[in-house]
């Protein structure tokens, strides 16, 4: 990564991208460099780690100065999102241990209302091993993040540029959407207390 050192720990990936985020410009290369130097080192962020046993998880790791999100997303065994966008904002996804699938779909046409449902179309599968990065925004179409193992547990680093609170979930079978809140389930290691409400992302 050419004018970067390796980033050797969380904390000092943490102070690399509020370097980074002081532009408006997101260099997405950049950015997905700095991500893939960082190593997974469990010691470090385990303390954000939270599963649930019913559903994935969002951890809020940093605000990044209301630039972007930093989080940690815990996956159970057979956790999955739904399929969702990204509310115009820029996501990179970094796998932290255990292994996750990523699908992406096309958007759905904006069918006029006589004409009958569509299936969504699934345009790539990818299975994330750890230290593996991937990004996406809309433009690039929408995404499903599934943990495929029905006994081990996944943890990814998502980070979002702008954050976003909610976004737009889809039904493969008919492509109609609706909007969803997301919402953390924890916050710098704590326990957040509110209301059960589904997560698009």
Request: net charge negative; glycine share 4%; hydrophobic share 35%.
């Amino acid at each position: 990564m050419e004018g970067r050192q390796v980033v050797a720990t969380l904390d000092d990936l943490v102070q690399e991208l509020y370097q980074v985020f002081e532009d408006d410009h997101v260099n997405v290369e950049v950015v997905q460099d700095l991500l893939a130097s960082y190593k997974s080192n469990p010691i470090e962020w385990k303390k954000f780690a939270k599963f649930d046993r019913y559903r994935y998880t969002r951890n809020l790791i940093d605000e990044g100065n209301g630039k972007f999100n930093l989080m940690l997303l815990c996956w159970g065994p057979s956790h999955t999102s739904t399929i969702h966008d990204h509310a115009n904002a820029h996501c990179f996804m970094k796998m932290m241990s255990g292994s996750l699938q990523e699908v992406r779909f096309e958007w759905p046409q904006e069918a006029a209302e006589e004409q009958k449902e569509q299936e969504m179309v699934e345009t790539d599968r990818n299975v994330l091993k750890i230290n593996d990065v991937v990004y996406i925004n809309d433009s690039l179409g929408l995404h499903r993040v599934e943990n495929t193992s029905h006994s081990e547990g996944a943890v990814s680093l998502h980070l979002y540029c702008p954050p976003f609170s909610s976004c737009s979930i889809f039904d493969e079978r008919t492509g109609k959407k609706m909007k969803c809140p997301v919402t953390f389930w924890s916050k710098y290691g704590q326990k957040v207390e509110q209301k059960k409400s589904k997560t698009g992302c």
